[in-house]
Nanobody, 115 residues
Framework: QVQLVESGGGLVQAGGSLRLSCAAC????????MGWYRQAPGKQRELVGQ???????GYADSVKGRFTISRDGTKNTVYLQMTSLKAEDTAVYYC?????????WGQGTQVTVSS
């Protein structure tokens, strides 16, 4: 059974930084295409950063240059370092494989950026 547990969210002022963590059980983050998604109120869930199965990274245009995805195979954890945060980054952030599998969604972690 796959379980993905996100943490690290919180309230931060615009321009600040946060690092999100996604601890995985039942799946090896080093051997799968993993991604960070977010869903803002009233909007669809979107993919913001990902590792492809070959290990390359990719980002949504809205976060490129500000967010960095990384992973630690020994801890089986995926991270999202977020800098220069903006009010429009406010959302619940989730991790999942890419493309997302419905049964893998966790509770997510709330990120709120105050302007």
């Amino acid at each position: 059974q796959v379980q993905l547990v996100e943490s690290g969210g919180g309230l931060v002022q615009a321009g600040g930084s946060l690092r999100l963590s996604c601890a995985a059980c039942g799946i090896r983050v080093s051997f799968n295409a993993m991604g960070w998604y977010r869903q803002a109120p009233g909007k669809q869930r979107e993919l913001v950063g990902q590792f492809t199965s070959s290990g390359r990274t990719g980002y949504a245009d809205s976060v490129k240059g500000r967010f960095t995805i990384s992973r630690d195979g020994t801890k089986n954890t995926v991270y999202l370092q977020m800098t220069s945060l903006k009010a429009e980054d406010t959302a619940v952030y989730y991790c999942n494989v890419v493309p997302g599998v419905s049964g893998y969604w966790g509770q997510g972690t709330q990120v709120t950026v105050s302007s």
